[in-house]
Structure formats: structure tokens, C-alpha cells
């Protein structure tokens, strides 16, 4: 068995086993071989004040020997050598593979905790229906700017800003993902107070609000946010067929709750686990 790095000159040993890309390729590819045939990979998120974990996945046919606790650990050692010294990972709670995760993570010491949030999936004719576009509200609201419009410092700031303030990480929401003309931000007196960032999924007509993250309690401001999100995703070049969203914030809780009904909801239980260099040990198992 040997993990190696994914480049240009290998990656077509892997193509059949690496997800399907919409955006750009994350930051860092690892693979797992054995006898030379590509038997896993884990993608690599990095940014300045941390890394994430995208996927891990190891091809069925191999599974049990190890291989994905020897990704996991490579991951972990690529990502604790960075500045920040932490690796964060986001899965769903209620997985057949959900408590293998659990156990691997613990073995190397991540610091995991449980969150149930609702989702949400929207057709576009609800979209239009909903009070969220109701009256005068669809006018352009000044305060609200495409995320292509913030100078490039402020995008870094307002990431690691987004990232210290929040209750909860989410590993997956990483600017290089978003579609910028679609994704939004709300200033106030020069500071940023929320963000909303979209991006696409599966098919051209379909998006993801990925994250949606609020500065400020005032329910109003959000809205103005989400309003604004909602035209820019109403006027997608290919249409929009259907959204979907997981609200993890309380302030946009209230307003989905407020614009969407409870009824439109599906809870969901995610786990998130978190590491950092001072806690890592080295996974001893070889049976995942």
C-alpha cells in the first residue's frame, strides 16, 4: 500500500474513482494504491487559518485493510504542517459509514460534536412564492454587493473573520467553490455583516446555498441578504430549476422559518470533527 500525491502527470490511474468536479479542484489530491491499482483518495481543502477534509473514499473491492485510516493519517499530516495546525471534517450523522468515521477520527484524536440542522429544498416556483419576493422588497438594495465585488483582502478577512465568529465550521464552504455573480455580501458602515454563498450542483439549473452567515441578530438585514441572493439566483444564465440549503445559523433559522414554514424543513444531523497538531496521534488501526 502507498498514498501518494495526485498531480497532472498520475491522475488518470484515479479518474474512476475521484468525485465529479464542478469548480475548481481542491487544494491538494491524495491516493492510495496497492500493486499499483488506484484504490482510494481524500481531497484537501487548505486555507490560511485551516484545512478541511472533502471527501474520503475508498474503493469497496479494498476496503478493510486499512487504507482509509492511512489517507486519513496523511491527511492529517499534510494539513497539520500549515501554519494553522487544524483539520476539520463535516459528514452526515446518519450514514451506514457514519460510525466507521466516528471511530477513525477519534483514534487520532479530533474533538467531535454533533449538529441537527434544517434543510431546506426549494423549486423555483416556491422561491417565487414565498414572501421573501413579495411587494416593493425586490428593489436593489445597496448594501448587498455581488461577492465578485469585494476587493480580494476583504474576501480573505471576511473568511477568517466568518470562520472565528461562527458556533460551527463547515468544511465544505470554500470561496473557490462559489459562483461569485450569485453569491452575496452585506456591508454596513463599511464592515461586513452577512454572507451568502451559492454554488452549483449536479446539473446547470440546480444550486446550493452553502453557507448563509450572519454578523448581526436584526432579522431585516438578513432578509435583505437572502432577498438579494434570491434575484441574483433567479437570473441564472441557464434558469433555476431548485435550490437547496442547510440553515445553520439561529438568525437564519428565524427568517427561513419566518419565509419558507417549518413544513418546508427537513432536519438533519451533521458531525463535525476538529483537530489540531498538539492532539494528533497516528491511526493504529488497519481494519477500516
Known amino acids: 500500500m502507498e498514498i501518494v500525491l495526485i498531480t ?3 491522475s488518470e490511474k484515479f479518474q474512476e474513482i475521484l468525485p465529479e468536479y464542478r469548480g475548481r479542484i481542491p487544494s491538494m489530491l491524495l491516493g492510495c494504491e496497492k500493486d499499483g491499482i488506484a484504490a482510494g483518495t481524500a481531497g484537501l481543502e487548505m486555507t490560511e487559518d485551516g484545512c ?7 474503493d469497496p473491492e479494498f476496503r478493510g485493510g486499512g487504507m482509509g485510516g492511512a489517507l486519513l493519517d496523511a491527511a492529517c499530516r499534510e494539513a497539520l504542517e500549515r501554519p494553522a495546525g487544524r483539520l476539520t471534517v463535516t459528514y452526515p450523522a446518519d450514514k451506514d459509514w457514519s460510525a466507521v468515521m466516528d471511530y477513525m477520527l477519534a483514534v487520532r484524536g479530533f474533538s467531535v460534536m454533533a449538529h441537527r440542522y434544517p434543510t431546506y429544498r426549494i423549486t423555483k416556483e416556491q422561491l417565487l412564492a414565498s414572501p421573501l419576493l413579495a411587494g416593493d422588497e425586490k428593489k436593489m438594495n445597496p448594501h448587498v454587493v455581488p461577492l465578485s465585488e469585494l476587493e480580494r483582502f476583504r474576501l480573505q478577512e471576511l473568511l477568517v473573520a466568518c470562520r472565528l465568529e461562527r458556533e460551527y465550521l463547515v468544511s465544505h464552504a470554500a470561496f473557490g467553490w462559489m459562483d461569485p455573480e450569485r453569491s452575496m455580501v452585506l456591508l454596513k458602515d463599511g464592515h461586513v455583516m452577512g454572507l451568502a454563498l451559492v454554488r452549483p450542483v449536479e446539473t446547470e439549473d440546480s444550486l446550493c446555498l452553502d453557507l448563509l452567515y450572519l454578523r448581526t441578530s436584526d432579522a431585516r438585514e438578513g432578509i435583505l441578504l437572502l432577498q438579494q441572493t434570491a ?13 437547496s440549503f442547510t440553515c445553520m445559523e439561529e438568525t437564519g433559522m428565524r427568517i427561513c422559518s419566518r419565509l419558507l414554514g417549518e413544513q418546508a424543513a427537513q432536519w438533519e444531523e451533521f458531525c463535525q470533527g476538529t483537530l489540531f497538531a498538539e492532539l494528533y496521534r497516528p491511526g493504529r488501526e488497519r481494519h477500516v
Open 231 to 243: 434575484l441574483a439566483l433567479l437570473r441564472h444564465p441557464a434558469g433555476l430549476r431548485e435550490l
Open 52 to 58: 478541511s477534509l472533502g471527501w474520503l473514499w475508498v
Open 8 to 10: 497532472q502527470r498520475n
